[in-house]
Each structure stands twice: as C-alpha cells, then as structure tokens.
C-alpha cells in the first residue's frame, strides 16, 4: 500500500526506533506512547486487518505473538505483567489498516481500557 504508515516504515521510507526486526516482522516504540513501554509489532506483509488474515498469514502472526514474549522478556515486563491489544475496525479503536500489536508495559493498566 501506497500511503499505509507502517508499510512505509517497513519499507525505511518512514524513521522509527527500531526494537527489533527480521524479514518478516519489524517492532518499534509507539510515537504517541500510553505506558513507558509501548512497542508496536507489524508483519511487513501489508494485512489491513485481524479479519483480513488468511491461513498462511497464521505463520506470521505466530511469529510475532512470539516475539512480543521474548521482548516482554527481555524488557522485564514478565516480572510484573504486560498488555498486548489488537484493535480492530473502527469501533474498536483502529487507526491505522495495517494489523498491528500493542505492547504496553511498566505501568498498572486498568479495566476497561476504554
């Protein structure tokens, strides 16, 4: 996608903080951050959605849910807990139509979120 943010960041056409990245996935911090950690996870695969997913995109998603772990690890969000959230469509909070994963951490985050 021509205009897709996280396309063009995947692309390096956009700047980001990269935390982690591999040919299919890229992870970096969030610009507009809700909790003092707050990574976005994205395939480089242009997908607008979670209801977009086909069966071969499972392997992807997979490979992202596992590494969202890792780093969680890594930051020592394991030690007090985390928050990963998928929004999907409009009434549920997406902004941007590239699938992507929230990693929030090292605050308390209440319930509902919103």
């Known amino acids: 996608m021509n205009d897709c943010i996280f396309c063009k960041i995947a692309n ?36 607008e959605s979670l209801d977009k997913l ?5 392997i992807v998603i997979g490979k992202i849910f596992f590494q969202i772990s890792k780093l969680a690890q890594s930051l020592g969000l394991d030690e007090s807990g985390y928050r990963v959230v998928n929004n999907m469509g409009a009434d549920g909070g997406q902004t941007v139509y590239h699938i992507h994963f929230h990693l929030l951490g ?4 209440t319930w509902p979120p919103g």
């Open 12 to 47: 390096k056409e956009i700047p980001a903080k990269i935390e982690y990245e591999d040919d299919d996935m890229i992870a970096f911090h969030d610009l507009n951050p809700q909790a003092p950690i707050h990574l976005l996870f994205i395939p480089k695969k242009h997908i």
């Open 54 to 58: 086909n069966q071969e995109d499972s």
């Open 106 to 109: 090292k605050r308390p985050l």
